[in-house]
């Protein structure tokens, strides 16, 4: 079945500090979503990119659409304590059947004050 | 605007129960996805209906079931309530279309012990 590799794992960075994660497949998808989950909460959509090669910014957050279309990637630029939490990459096949999305297992980000 | 909402919050089962789980799409989304999130693991794709039709089904045993009514609510149920059936259950609601954004519902956190 498909899969998505996410990494890193985990991230320890201080506030005001950039972070970086992506996301890679074995499979094509035509698109890919980026969200955030607290804990107890259900994840929040931050980015969606729809085209390969597609740059998105949402803030201090930026995200790509890799031009194979098997990967992508979250950056987040001067971080912030409430920038703490999990951050999961989805694809989406969206070709018409079913739309479901594909996560990885998450970042859990960390920022020290 | 409301955004998906879900009932109950919490539950507790023992092990053969049966559960119903319960969900309300944002006003005009039409497709409901449900999905299971086992702890420290990204939601795992279980069902997603589209106008009362089951237009997707992911690798879950027939113990898993699920609806959508005219108000496009929807219902997933459980039966024969296993350990391993302790996670969170998402349901994600979006409009209609090919890479429709999917957006979360807080979750329902299910027990079963």
């Known amino acids: 079945g498909q899969q998505l590799n996410q990494s890193p794992q985990s991230m320890f960075i201080q506030e005001g500090e950039d972070v970086s994660m992506n996301c890679t497949s074995s499979?094509?998808?035509?698109?890919w979503l980026w969200y955030k989950q607290d804990p107890g909460e259900g994840p929040v959509l931050l980015i969606a990119?729809?085209?390969?090669?597609e740059l998105t910014s949402n803030g201090r957050l930026t995200a790509q659409f890799g031009i194979t279309r098997k990967d992508s990637f979250l950056n987040i630029s001067a971080s912030i304590p409430s920038d703490v939490g999990i951050y999961f990459c989805a694809g989406q096949l969206g070709q018409g059947g079913s739309e479901k999305l594909v996560f990885g297992k998450g970042t859990k980000l960390t920022v020290n004050p | 605007d409301a955004g998906v909402t879900q009932s109950p919050t919490h539950l507790i089962k023992t092990r053969g129960q049966h559960v119903t789980l319960r969900c309300s799409p944002i006003s005009g989304h039409k497709s409901v996805s449900w999905y299971q999130q086992v702890l420290g693991q990204g939601p795992q794709f279980i069902f997603q209906y589209y106008e009362k039709e089951e237009r997707g089904r992911g690798n879950f045993p027939d113990r898993f079931s699920a609806r959508q009514f005219p108000n496009y609510s929807s219902e997933l149920n459980v039966n024969a309530l296993l350990l391993g059936d302790s996670a969170l259950y998402l349901c994600a609601s979006s409009l209609v279309g090919t890479g429709a954004m999917e957006y979360f519902g807080p979750g329902t956190r299910l027990t079963v012990t």
């Open positions: 990119l729809y085209k390969a090669g």
């Open positions: 499979s094509i998808f035509n698109t």
